[in-house]
Structure formats: C-alpha cells, structure tokens
C-alpha cells in the first residue's frame, strides 16, 4: 500500500498544477524551533494553509459551501485508491507534509470518531510510512460535515520520537495494552501503546466515555494521532476543552491565527501568516495550548475516571 500510495503522489503531482506548486514551495517553507516548558515545538510558516486554518466551520457557512470531500465535488484531476471499501486516499493538495494525505469517507457523514476508531487503526497497519490523525468537528477539522482522517509522513512531529521521555506514569494495563500519561502540560497527552487491536479499541473506548461532551455536542472534543510500528499501535489522544484560542479572534497586534489541531498538538505549529511566524513565542505556544487543551485538574480529574472503568 505504501508504494501504491508513493505512485499516486507521483502521478498528482505531475498532473495536477495546485498541489504541484504547493508541494514545490514546501522545500522553502520557514521552520522555527521552540521549547515550550521544557518540550520542544516547531512552528511552520505555510500560506497554503490558510484555506485550512481560516475555514469557516460554522453551521450557515457549511450548509452555503458545497462539501469539498465528497466525490462529486473533488477536481476531475484529483483521483484516489478505495481503502475498506468506503473510503478514499487522496493526495492532500495544501500540504503540510512533504507525503500528505486526506482519506474521507465516500458517503456525506458527519465527522465522528467512535464508530471508526477500528478503521483509523486499519489505516495505520496498512500504511505504515504514515501517522494517521483525526481532528474533531470543533478541534481544527475543515470538514466537520464530512467523516474524514488525514495522514502525513511518519517522524514529521517532535511526539513521535520525544513521547517516551515524557512519559509521567501508566493509568493502567489492558490485555496487551498499555495507557500511559505524559508530562507535557500545558499539552495534556494520553498514549495507548498496544500488540492488540482490539484492546487498543477497547482502551479508547474507555477514554471516549470519560470524557466530558459539552452542551450541545455529540462527542468530546478531541485529537487522534495514531501510528503502526514494530507490530503494536501507538495512538495519542489530546482531550480538548475549546476550539480556538482567544488570539484568533483578537484585534491588532494580539490577532494570531492560530487554530490548533492534530499536528499543531504532536508539536508542529502551523501558521499561514508570515507575521504571526515571525513574531510566535514559545510563551505564546504554551498560552495557546492552555486555552485549548485540558487544565491540570480537569486532566487528573479525567485519569481517575478512566481507571475507575477499567
């Protein structure tokens, strides 16, 4: 699968002017460095992704846009290799990583994670070169209307290769499972490690159901991350508590577009505005992430539910 997937980046980006010219201005993309309470953090000046970052994900402005994951609507040159037998691996033309995929569900589905947690896994079984990574409706998903995961080339963000050395403790053990926490605040980061499946299934269903659903809303508010690597899964969970931070919305010199989702949290910032990369702190990072991930007691309080369900 890794080559076939090699073969269609290839031929899309001979064919296919748009993301011909993005994945060329990746090789001058700006990279700067940050450490953020001790963990590091890279920030990526990316303009392209300002059609990602910018979006409007609000009700009236999804119902007035057509759905640009649905097969109808995609450009007649993009084309796709059927996974599952219900969805699509496309080539990401506004990418972030120099291999970047969006694999959207064939049918116009809402964006959730609970009933396709075992495909996410599939996915990264059969394509082990990437990390797979799920945004939910309100934590930096571009299509909170249609069921989507995305992928990006393994070893692109810090946590995949700095994760173990944060490890603060283990919630518990399951069957071949194990569900650890980092100390990584203002970042709050549980990982299942898993040589089963099913118990890496079952462990996410746990963490699914402590967690708080707001008002409203019809799953927790989270990011996925998950990777297939010497025959067991890992797979980071980022529980969330807010979609944008308050710089997103700020007028003047306090306005930063910054919307985070999956690859901001494994440790790489995205920003599509050359002012805002210039001028990111790491203090900036760690406030971002404080609005948009769990508190520290609300993060504790959360690890005592999951191991009263286990």
Not at 34 to 50: C, S, W
Not at 81 to 86: K, T
Not at 182 to 191: E, F, I, M, Q, S
Not at 229 to 249: G, L, N, Q
Request: charged share 20%.
């Amino acid at each position: 699968m890794n080559q076939t997937i090699f073969n269609l980046l290839t031929e899309q980006v001979a064919t296919w002017e748009t993301a011909r010219n993005n994945y060329a201005a990746l090789s001058g993309v700006q990279v700067k460095e940050l450490n953020v309470n001790g963990i590091p953090y890279k920030v990526q000046f990316n303009p392209a992704r300002i059609v990602s970052s910018g979006a409007k994900v609000d009700a009236k402005s999804i119902q007035e846009r057509k759905c640009f994951l649905c097969p109808a609507n995609l450009p007649p040159v993009q084309k796709g290799i059927p996974f599952g037998g219900h969805y699509n691996i496309l080539v990401n033309p506004f990418p972030i990583f120099p291999r970047h995929l969006t694999i959207p569900e064939m049918e116009h589905v809402d964006q959730r994670i609970a009933c396709r947690f075992g495909d996410m896994l599939e996915l990264a079984q059969a394509l082990s070169d990437y990390t797979i990574f799920y945004n939910g409706p309100k934590c930096g998903a571009s299509a909170p209307d249609h069921a989507h995961f995305q992928a990006g080339n393994k070893g692109f963000m810090p946590i995949e290769k700095d994760w173990r050395g944060q490890i603060a403790g283990k919630i518990a053990d399951y069957g071949q499972a194990a569900l650890w926490y980092l100390n990584d605040a203002p970042r709050a980061t549980l990982v299942i490690e898993s040589a089963s499946k099913s118990d890496a299934a079952a462990l996410f269903d746990i963490i699914y159901r402590s967690l708080d659903v707001k008002p409203g809303e019809d799953e927790p508010m989270m990011n996925v991350l998950a990777q297939y690597e010497a025959d067991r899964w890992i797979v980071f969970v980022f529980p969330r508590a807010k979609h944008r931070p308050a710089c997103y919305t700020a007028e003047g010199e306090a306005r930063l577009l910054s919307s985070p989702a999956s690859v901001d949290l494994g440790g790489v910032f995205i920003t599509p505005v050359e002012k805002d990369f210039l001028k990111i702190t790491a203090e900036d990072v760690a406030q971002i992430l404080s609005e948009v991930c769990l508190s520290a007691d609300d993060f504790h309080r959360i690890r005592q539910q999951i191991k009263e369900q286990i």
